[in-house]
Structures are given as structure tokens and as C-alpha cells.
């Protein structure tokens, strides 16, 4: 079992910062891979990036140059540093870990932006 919890959720104004932590149960160089998904009303959950235990990051095309995913192996965190934010990042945030091939959530942090 993983457990996962996520913080950093906030209202912001369009291109503000937000910056999210997940901190897991287990250490997260034994988890192959540390996921950020988010989820807009009426809409499906989607792969915003990815983190392996190896450190090596992906992004979806629709945040890559603006959000950055890291870690902190110490603390068995990792975080979403997400720049000029959108309208449309607006979402609930969820941390993924996948460990032994199963799939493991946090609850979520909604991300508003508006004005």
C-alpha cells in the first residue's frame, strides 16, 4: 500500500503560481513512477507529468514549459511547480504512485485560476 497526500491547492489569478506537494507513505525511489493527474468538471482525468524513481520527468504538451515536477527523496515527496497559469488548468490535482503494478491515489487539490 501507498498513501498519498496532496496539498497546495489554491485560487489564483491568471498567470500566477501555485506550487503542489505529495507526500507518500513509502520511500519514492522504491515507487517506479510519480504521477500528477487532474481532473476539470465534466471532463476526463488526464496525465498532467510523470516522475520515475530514476528522476526522469514527462509533461503533457498542454503544461510543458510551465510546470515543473520534482521531488524530494528525504522527505518521499514530490511536488508540481505549475508557472502562468491558465483558466484552463483550473482542475482537482491528484498524486499517482505506481507501485508493484497497482495504482495508488491521493483525494485531490482543486486548482482554481481566475480573476
Known amino acids: 500500500q501507498v498513501q498519498l497526500v496532496e496539498s497546495g491547492g489554491d485560487l489564483v489569478q491568471p498567470g500566477g503560481s501555485l506550487r503542489l506537494s505529495c507526500a507518500a507513505s513509502r520511500s519514492i525511489l522504491r515507487i517506479n513512477a510519480m504521477g500528477w493527474y487532474r481532473q476539470a468538471p465534466g471532463k476526463q482525468r488526464e496525465l498532467v507529468a510523470t516522475?520515475?524513481?530514476?528522476?526522469?520527468?514527462n509533461y503533457a504538451d498542454s503544461v510543458k514549459g510551465r510546470f515543473t515536477a520534482s521531488r524530494d527523496i528525504a522527505k518521499n515527496t514530490v511536488y508540481l511547480q505549475m508557472n502562468s497559469l491558465k483558466p484552463e488548468d483550473t482542475a482537482v490535482y491528484y498524486c499517482?504512485?505506481?507501485?508493484?503494478?497497482?495504482?495508488?491515489w491521493g483525494q485531490g487539490t482543486q486548482v482554481t485560476v481566475s480573476s
Open positions: 516522475i520515475t524513481s530514476g528522476g526522469s520527468t
Open positions: 499517482n504512485a505506481d507501485w508493484r503494478n497497482n495504482d495508488f
